[in-house]
C-alpha cells in the first residue's frame, strides 16, 4: 500500500474506533478500487452496488445488538443522492466525504496527497503536487507510486541529512560545509541537485561537486530572495539577475533566506554569502531607487543606499513618514548583525526629528506670536510640548558623536548635522527672543506659574513618626531631561512633573540658593568677590554648597542628611541606610552633569547625560526600597548645549564695573547698552543693587568658558525647571507575577575591537517554566564604571530610558524572545578587560554577567 492510501487507511481506520460506525461518500469515485479491498481489524465493510434498498438489508442484521458494530458503509456516490436510505446510519455514527469538517473527516483525494507528500517531498513540492491532482493528473494509485519513487530518490540525502524535509535539507546543505564528503561517499550530489531544482527552480542538474553546487543554489537563493523583495520587479540595471521564475519557488527562495538570516547559528555564514554577491553584482554601480529598494534586507550595501537617500530626503523635506520608516527598518536584518548600521539609522531618525520639531515650532511663534506665559505653557505642557526638539537635538548630537568611524556617507551625514543644528540654533534662538521679549514687557512676572523660591514651601512636614522626605536638588536637570525621567519612572511611582521658573542669573550659588527655606520670603543676589556672585537668604550670605546645607540644617525644621547621589549607587551601604532611617529630610545633591558641562569634554558630557537619567532612576528606587515616602526632585537652573558659535555669535559684553561675566551673562553695573541683549536690574527678579545682561537669542558674550555648554542666561532651556513630586507605588501594586528566568548572555564577537559591540540576550528557562515579559538594561563595565549606552536591540528598544523590554516567543513554547542589543562605547579606559552585566530594569537587581572579555579599542 502506497503512502496516500496508507495515509487514507489510517484516517478511516480512526474513524472507526472513534465512532464504530462510518458512512463513507465518494461522489468522485477517487476510491471505487481501494473501498471494496480495505481490510480493517474486526470491521464489517458494505458496499452501495445500485441498491440502497439492499444495502440496507446488508447491514441491518449488524444493528440489531446493544452496541454499535464496527461497521464502514461504502458508496460512492454525492451525500444527497442516498436522500434519508442511511440517515439512520449517520446518526448513529460519523460521515465521512470531500470537504467534511474538522479535517479529519475530509477524504478530498488532493488533500490526503498533499499530506502524504509533506514529509518526503517538503511542503512547496507538497503544495505543487496538491494543485495538479485538483488539476485531474493524479488518480490515487499513480500518486501511490509517485511518491514510492520520490521516497527511494531521497532515501541518500535523508542518510546524509537526517530529514526528509527540502527546506531542511537545503538550510543545511548552505551553511554546513561537512556534508560534502558524505555526498561525495553516497554519490548523492545529482539526487541533491535534483531536489533543489524540483523545490527551488534553479537548474542545478549540472553541477558536478557538491562546492559548485552551494556556490549555485547560494546565489540562487540570495538572488531570488533580492528580486522578491523589490517593489516593481527587478530595475533594468539587474534583468540579467537569474531568479526562480515560478511564484511558489520564489517564495520557497524568500523563505528559505529569511530563515538562514534570523537563525542566529547561521547569521555569519549568510553575510559571508551575501557579501561576497554583493561585491559580483556590483550594487554599488547601479543607480536603485529607494522606493524600489525599501522593503529589501539581502543586502549590505542595500541599507548603504537607503540610508544615503533616507539622508537626501531629510535634507530636502523631512516627514514623519520616513521617521516611521527608518525605525522599522532599525529591527531589520543588517543593522542587528551591524552595530555602525544601527547607529547610522537611529542618527538619521533624530536628525529628521530635530529637522521636523524645529519647523513646527517656527510655524507656532510666527503664526501665533505667543506672549511669555504662552510660551512656557507650549513649552513644557501636553503630549506633544516644544521641549522635544531639546529632546531630540541632545539625542541626535549624542548620536553623531559616536559615528567617528564610520566612513561611508561621511559627507552626507556631516551635511545633514550641519542643517539639522542650523535649523535648531535658529527655531530655538527665535523661541529665546520671543519669550524674553515677552518676558521683559511682562515686568519678568508669569501669573500662575510657580518660582523657584517657592519650592521649598511643598516640602512636607512629617505626618506620623518615622516618615521621611528626599529633597534632591540636581544641578543642571533641563526641563526636558526631567520629563524622560518621569516617564521611566512611571511602573514605580506615582506623581507629577510641574514645570517652575529659576531665579536669574540662572548659575548655581543664585539657583540652588533659592531652593532653600526663607527665600520666598528674603532673596537677593549680592557680589561675593573674585569675580563671583552669592545669594542673600533671609540676610545669611551662602556663597557654597556647605553654606547652603548649613543653613538648610539651621533653618528647615527638620532632622536633615545630606549626601551626594553617588552614594546611593549600586547600592547604599549599611551605615547609610541607618541614618537614612534616623533623618526626616533627606537632602541629596547631583552635580556631575555640570561638573562635566563645564570641563567642557564635549562627547563625555553628551554620553554622560543618559547615564545621569539613568542615575537618578536607580538612585530614587533605592530610596523607594528604604521606605522614603515622599520625593522632591528639582533643579537650580537649565543649560544650552549647542556646537561652538560662530563668531557673528559672541558678542562683546557690556564692560563698567563687572561683577561677573560668563557666556551667557553679565552683572554689575553701568556700561554700554547693545541692542543685541536683554539688560534689567536685578532687582526686577531677585533683589539686590546689580545689573544683569544676557543676549535675546542664544548668542553668547566673548568670555572665558566653554565652548558648547552655557547656562545663566534667559532662555525657556535655562530658564525653565522641573519639580517632581513623587510617591513609590505600594509594592503590591506594582508587584507583578513573573517566572525565574534563566538569562544567558552571547557576544557578537569575542572581543571589543570597536566603539560598537552586540549582545544577544537570551532566555535559557527550563522548558516547563513560565517566563513573563521584563524590561532589562545592559551595560559593559571596566574597572566597575559604566563604559557604554545602548543605542538599538532587535525589538522593545526605549532609547529614551535606554532599556529593553523582552517579549514572550510567539507559538515557540514558553520562554522570553531572543533579543540583540547593541551598545556603543563612550568613554576611554586603560582596562584591557571589560565585563557585560544584564540588569533588572526596574530593581537594578544584576541578572547576568560575561566576565574577562578582552578590550582593545583606541577612542
Known amino acids: 500500500m502506497g503512502a496516500v492510501s496508507e495515509s487514507l487507511k489510517k484516517l478511516i481506520a480512526d474513524q472507526i474506533d472513534k465512532k464504530c460506525l462510518v458512512v463513507w461518500y465518494d461522489p468522485e469515485k477517487h476510491y471505487t478500487s481501494f473501498a471494496p479491498s480495505l481490510a480493517l481489524a474486526e470491521t464489517h465493510l458494505a458496499c452501495y452496488h445500485g441498491s440502497f434498498y439492499a444495502l ?39 460521515v465521512l466525504r470531500p470537504g467534511e469538517q474538522p479535517w479529519e473527516r475530509n477524504t478530498k483525494l488532493s488533500i490526503l496527497a498533499r499530506r502524504a507528500a509533506e514529509p518526503i517531498l517538503g511542503a512547496a513540492q507538497a503544495r505543487k503536487l496538491e494543485k495538479e491532482v485538483e488539476e485531474g493528473k493524479f488518480i490515487l494509485e499513480e500518486l501511490d507510486e509517485h511518491l514510492k519513487s520520490g521516497a527511494q530518490a531521497q532515501g541518500a540525502l535523508e542518510l546524509i541529512f537526517q530529514t526528509t524535509s527540502p527546506e531542511n535539507i537545503a538550510l543545511q546543505f548552505l551553511t554546513q560545509r561537512e556534508v560534502d564528503e558524505k555526498l561525495l561517499q553516497k554519490k548523492a550530489t545529482a539526487d541533491l541537485a535534483k531536489l533543489l531544482d524540483e523545490a527551488f527552480d534553479g537548474d542545478f542538474l549540472a553541477e558536478l561537486t557538491p562546492e559548485s553546487l552551494r556556490a549555485h543554489f547560494q546565489k540562487h537563493v540570495i538572488a531570488t530572495d533580492f528580486a522578491t523583495s523589490l517593489g516593481g520587479g527587478l530595475p533594468k540595471e539587474l534583468k540579467n539577475l537569474k531568479a526562480a521564475r515560478d511564484p511558489g519557488k520564489k517564495i520557497a527562495c524568500a523563505a528559505l533566506a529569511r530563515t538562514w538570516r534570523r537563525r542566529t547559528d547561521l547569521q555569519a555564514s549568510y553575510v559571508e554569502a551575501a557579501n561576497s554577491l554583493e561585491r559580483e553584482f556590483r550594487l554599488d554601480t547601479h543607480r536603485l531607487e529607494f522606493q524600489v529598494l525599501k522593503e529589501a534586507e539581502t543586502f549590505l550595501e542595500v541599507e548603504r543606499i537607503l ?12 516627514e514623519a513618514d520616513l521617521i516611521d520608516f527608518i525605525q522599522r527598518r532599525q529591527n531589520s536584518f543588517w543593522p542587528l548583525v551591524r552595530p555602525d548600521v544601527s547607529a547610522v539609522w537611529a542618527f538619521e531618525a533624530t536628525a529628521a526629528q530635530v529637522v521636523l520639531e524645529a519647523d513646527r515650532l517656527l510655524v507656532y511663534l510666527r ?41 561611508e556617507s561621511r559627507e552626507v551625514l556631516e551635511r545633514l548635522l550641519f542643517v539639522a543644528r542650523k535649523r535648531y540654533l535658529e527655531a530655538a534662538s527665535e523661541l529665546a527672543e520671543r519669550f524674553q521679549r515677552g518676558y521683559q514687557e511682562a515686568r519678568f512676572e508669569l501669573p500662575g506659574v510657580l518660582k523657584q523660591r517657592d519650592i521649598f514651601g511643598m516640602v512636607p512636614r512629617p505626618e506620623s513618626p518615622g516618615e521621611k522626605t528626599a529633597y534632591l536638588w540636581v544641578d543642571a536637570l533641563r526641563f526636558e531631561m526631567a520629563r524622560e525621567l518621569f516617564r521611566m519612572l512611571e511602573p514605580d511611582f506615582q506623581g507629577s512633573l510641574v514645570a517652575a521658573v529659576a531665579a536669574a542669573p540662572t548659575i548655581t550659588e543664585v539657583g540652588m540658593a533659592a531652593l532653600l527655606p526663607g527665600a520666598s ?27 547652603r546645607i548649613e543653613f538648610l540644617k539651621k533653618t528647615s525644621g527638620f532632622k536633615v542628611l545630606d549626601l551626594n547621589l553617588e552614594k546611593l549607587l549600586p547600592m547604599p551601604n549599611k551605615a547609610l541606610r541607618e541614618d537614612i532611617q534616623k533623618a526626616e529630610l533627606i537632602l541629596i545633591t547631583y552635580q556631575k552633569i555640570d561638573s562635566l558641562g ?15 537619567i539613568n ?12 521606605k522614603v515616602g515622599k520625593i522632591i526632585l528639582t533643579s537650580d537652573h537649565g543649560f544650552l548645549h549647542v556646537e561652538e558659535m560662530e563668531s557673528d555669535l559672541k558678542l562683546e559684553p557690556p564692560g563698567g564695573e563687572t561683577v561677573l561675566i560668563h557666556r551667557r551673562l553679565w552683572v554689575g553695573k553701568g556700561g554700554r547698552d547693545d541692542p ?11 533683589g539686590g543693587e546689580l545689573e544683569y545682561a544676557t543676549p535675546w537669542t542664544l548668542a553668547c558674550f566673548k568670555a572665558k568658558g566653554g565652548a558648547s555648554y552655557f547656562h545663566g542666561g534667559l532662555s525657556p532651556q535655562e530658564l525653565f525647571i522641573p519639580l517632581l513630586l513623587l510617591k513609590p507605588k505600594a509594592a503590591a501594586a506594582r508587584a507583578r507575577e513573573k517566572g525565574d528566568v534563566h538569562w544567558a548572555l552571547r557576544p557578537g564577537q569575542a572581543k571589543i575591537t570597536t566603539r560598537f559591540f552586540s549582545v544577544q540576550v537570551l532566555d535559557e528557562t527550563q522548558p516547563q517554566m513560565l517566563a513573563m515579559p521584563k524590561k532589562v538594561r545592559l551595560e559593559i563595565r571596566a574597572k566597575d564604571e559604566v563604559i557604554s549606552n545602548p543605542v538599538s536591540a532587535s525589538y522593545g528598544f526605549d532609547e529614551v530610558a535606554g532599556t529593553v523590554e523582552m517579549r514572550c516567543r510567539e507559538g515557540e513554547g514558553p520562554g522570553l524572545e531572543p533579543n540583540t542589543i547593541t551598545l556603543m562605547i563612550n568613554r576611554e579606559t586603560p582596562a584591557k578587560h571589560a565585563s557585560i552585566h544584564l540588569l533588572d530594569a526596574e530593581s537594578g537587581v544584576e541578572l547576568c554577567r560575561l566576565e574577562k572579555i578582552e578590550m582593545s579599542i583606541s577612542l
Open 56 to 94: 440496507r438489508h446488508e447491514v441491518s442484521r449488524l444493528l440489531e445488538g446493544t452496541e454499535p458494530p464496527r461497521l464502514l458503509v461504502y458508496v460512492p456516490l454525492e451525500r444527497e443522492s442516498a436522500g434519508n436510505a442511511l440517515v439512520e446510519l449517520e446518526a448513529a455514527g460519523v
Open 307 to 318: 540610508q544615503l537617500q533616507a539622508a537626501i530626503t531629510i535634507l530636502e523635506k523631512p
Open 367 to 407: 503664526k501665533e506670536k505667543p506672549g511669555a506665559v504662552e510660551i512656557f505653557k507650549a513649552y513644557t505642557w501636553g503630549d506633544r510640548p516644544l521641549c522635544l526638539l531639546d529632546t531630540y537635538h541632545r539625542h541626535m548630537e549624542r548620536l553623531y558623536s559616536g559615528l567617528s568611524e564610520i566612513e
Open 521 to 547: 520670603r528674603s532673596f537677593q543676589v549680592v557680589p561675593a568677590g573674585k569675580g563671583k556672585l552669592a545669594a542673600e537668604v533671609e540676610g545669611s550670605i551662602l556663597k557654597d554648597r556647605s553654606d
Open 598 to 612: 563645564e570641563d567642557d569634554d564635549e562627547s563625555l558630557t553628551r554620553h554622560f547625560m543618559e547615564e545621569a
Open 615 to 626: 542615575n537618578l532612576r536607580r538612585a530614587l528606587k533605592a530610596l523607594a526600597g528604604l
Open 676 to 686: 543685541n541683549c536683554l539688560r534689567a536690574r536685578l532687582p526686577e527678579f531677585a
